[in-house]
Antibody
């Protein structure tokens, strides 16, 4: 079955960097686009970033993180990454990776990881 | 594209029929998904393409709508259905925005 396991979260000071990883198994990773979604404590879901399948040539970011966050993938390791720079206190959230499925325009996120908590605090 | 869910919270009893609505700020055809999230857990896909039930999801869940107005219906509430529900539009790539959520609580 599909399994997504995030790692790399923790406590970090404002202005510092952090890299999250999401290890995938149970499906052909290179064939799937992947996304990161976050959830601040007690708040709703916010789409953060997405990367296309195969070579990951298409990447896109939410307005609140654009310029500070980079998504990438390594198909040899079945892993998608989220490099977060210049972290702010409002980046504090649980970060989920999600598998992108469907065909245009009927997309959906059919599998999610368990999430990794990022806390930005001095 | 903005999504507005209503109500934001809802109290209901086991056995009730419940409907949650999601309104998009512009037409998104059928590009809408619904998720269920329980405390401390990841979201779970219930419905995609507005009305297609994800494999393994009980048939008491159903979705309808197109364009700007969508609904999620739970026909007969079960104890395990008390959770928060989110809609998501997947029309305006790459910004796949979510609604603000509807918390379904036990009356």
């Amino acid at each position: 079955q599909v399994l997504l396991v995030e790692s790399g979260g923790g406590v970090v000071q404002p202005g510092r960097s952090l890299r999250l990883s999401c290890a995938a198994s149970g499906f052909t990773f290179s064939n799937s686009g992947m996304h990161w979604v976050r959830q601040a404590p007690g708040k709703g879901l916010e789409w953060v970033a997405g990367i296309s399948s195969s070579d990951g040539s298409k990447k896109d970011y939410g307005d609140s993180v654009k310029g500070r966050i980079t998504i990438s993938r390594d198909n040899s390791k079945n892993t998608v990454y989220l490099q977060m720079n210049s972290l702010r206190t409002d980046d504090t959230a649980v970060y989920y990776c999600a598998k992108w499925s469907g065909t245009y325009p009927l997309y959906y996120f059919d599998s999610w990881g368990q999430g990794t908590l990022v806390t930005v605090s001095s | 594209i903005q999504l507005t869910q209503s109500p934001s919270s809802l109290s209901a009893s086991v056995g009730d029929r419940v409907t949650i609505t999601c309104r998009a700020s512009q037409g998104i055809s059928f590009s809408l998904a619904w998720y269920q999230q329980k405390p401390g857990k990841a979201p779970k896909l219930l419905i995609y393409a507005a009305s297609t039930l994800q494999s393994g999801v009980p048939s008491r869940f159903s979705g309808s709508g197109s364009g700007t107005d969508f609904t999620l219906t739970i026909s007969t509430l079960q104890p395990e259905d008390f959770a928060t529900y989110y809609c998501q539009q997947l029309s305006s790539y790459p910004s796949f925005t979510f609604g603000q959520g509807t918390k379904l609580e036990i009356k």
